[in-house]
C-alpha cells in the first residue's frame, strides 16, 4: 500500500496539466459535430427518400419538408459554427498555439517524424502548435470543403427561398452559380464535398483514438475536459 501510495506521488508529480481547448473552442467543436450528422442524415433522405411515412386522407405527410427544414436550420448552425471558429483561429488569444502549427508545416524533420510515429517506429516530435503537420493539413482541407458546401448550400438555398435572406443572397449565389456551370455542377459539388467531409469524420475519429491509445496524454478527454496533460520537461 504504501509503494503503491508512493509511486502515485511521483508520478503526480512527473506530470502536469495544461490547457488543450477553451470552452469556446469545445463548444464549437461539438456544435458542428452534431450539425455535421444532421445534415448528413438529412442530406441523404432530401437526395434519395428512405423513409416513407404512414398513408392517410389527411395532407400531413410533409416529411420531404421536414427534413428539408431541418436541413436548412443546421445548415445555418453550422455555418454559425464555422464562422466563429474562422474567427476564433485568426484573432483569438487563447489560440496563439493553433496558429503556432504553422510552423511545423514548413518543417520537414517534423514530417518525417510524425509520419514515423504513425507507423509506430518513431517518438513523436516536439510540436511549435497544437496541431502536429497532417492534422493541421487536413484541418485545413475539411474547412475548404466546409466553406465549399457553405456556398453551394446557399445557392441551392435562395432557389428554394425567394424572400427574405433568400432574396438579400439571390444576385450574389447566382452570380457564382454561373461561374462554377449552372446549378446541376453547383449540387454535384455540393454532394462530392459532403463525402469528402464524411471521410475525414472517418478518419478523425479513428486518429483521435490513434493518439490517445498510443499518445496517453489524454488526447480524446481534452476536447470534453480542455485539459491534456504530459510529462514535466
Same mark, same amino acid.
Request: hydrophobic residues 50%; charged residues 15%; aromatic residues 14%.
Given at each position: 500500500?504504501i =509503494?503503491?501510495? =508512493?509511486?502515485?506521488?511521483?508520478?503526480?508529480?512527473?506530470?502536469?496539466?495544461?490547457?488543450e481547448?477553451s =470552452?469556446?473552442y469545445?463548444?464549437q467543436h461539438?456544435?458542428?459535430?452534431v450539425?455535421?450528422? *444532421?445534415?448528413?442524415?438529412?442530406g441523404?433522405?432530401?437526395?434519395?427518400?428512405?423513409?416513407?411515412?404512414? &398513408?392517410?386522407?389527411?395532407p400531413?405527410?410533409?416529411?420531404?419538408?421536414?427534413?428539408r427544414s431541418?436541413?436548412i436550420?443546421f445548415?445555418?448552425?453550422?455555418i454559425s459554427?464555422v464562422?466563429?471558429k474562422?474567427?476564433?483561429f485568426?484573432?483569438?488569444r487563447?489560440?496563439?498555439?493553433?496558429?503556432?502549427?504553422f510552423?511545423d508545416?514548413l $518543417?520537414?524533420?517534423i514530417? @518525417?517524424?510524425?509520419?514515423?510515429?504513425?507507423?509506430?517506429i518513431?517518438?513523436?516530435?516536439?510540436l =511549435?502548435?497544437?496541431y502536429n503537420?497532417?492534422?493541421f493539413m487536413?484541418?485545413?482541407?475539411?474547412?475548404i470543403?466546409?466553406?465549399?458546401? @457553405?456556398?453551394?448550400?446557399? @445557392?441551392?438555398?435562395?432557389?428554394v427561398?425567394? $424572400?427574405?435572406?433568400?432574396?438579400d443572397l439571390?444576385?450574389?449565389?447566382k452570380s457564382i452559380? &454561373?461561374?462554377?456551370?449552372?446549378?446541376a *455542377?453547383v449540387?454535384t459539388?455540393?454532394?462530392?464535398?459532403?463525402?469528402?467531409?464524411?471521410?475525414f469524420?472517418?478518419?478523425?475519429?479513428?486518429m483521435?483514438?490513434y $493518439?490517445?491509445?498510443?499518445?496517453?496524454?489524454?488526447?480524446?478527454?481534452?476536447?470534453?475536459?480542455?485539459?491534456?496533460w504530459?510529462?514535466?520537461?
Open positions: 500500500m =509503494s503503491e501510495a =508512493s509511486n502515485d506521488i511521483k508520478l503526480e508529480q512527473e506530470i502536469e496539466q495544461e490547457l481547448f =470552452s469556446a469545445r463548444w461539438w456544435i458542428r459535430a450539425s455535421i450528422v *444532421v445534415l448528413m442524415v438529412t441523404f433522405y432530401i437526395a434519395v427518400p428512405f423513409l416513407t411515412p404512414a &398513408v392517410n386522407a389527411e400531413t405527410n410533409f416529411m420531404q419538408a421536414l427534413m431541418w436541413h436550420i445548415g445555418f448552425v453550422l459554427a464562422m466563429f474562422s474567427y476564433l485568426v484573432f483569438g487563447k489560440h496563439e498555439m493553433e496558429r503556432a502549427a510552423k508545416i $518543417n520537414p524533420k514530417w @518525417i517524424k510524425q509520419v514515423g510515429y504513425y507507423m509506430l518513431a517518438k513523436h516530435p516536439k =511549435s502548435g497544437v503537420p497532417l492534422q487536413a484541418y485545413a482541407t475539411l474547412y470543403m466546409l466553406f465549399g458546401l @457553405i456556398i453551394t448550400g446557399l @445557392i441551392l438555398y435562395v432557389h427561398y425567394h $424572400n427574405g435572406l433568400g432574396a439571390y444576385d450574389v449565389m452559380e &454561373v461561374m462554377l456551370g449552372g446549378l *455542377v449540387r459539388i455540393h454532394h462530392i464535398l459532403t463525402w469528402g467531409v464524411i471521410l469524420v472517418v478518419g478523425h475519429i479513428y483521435a483514438i $493518439n490517445a491509445i498510443f499518445g496517453k496524454e489524454g488526447g480524446m478527454d481534452a476536447i470534453f475536459s480542455g485539459m491534456k504530459h510529462k514535466k520537461h
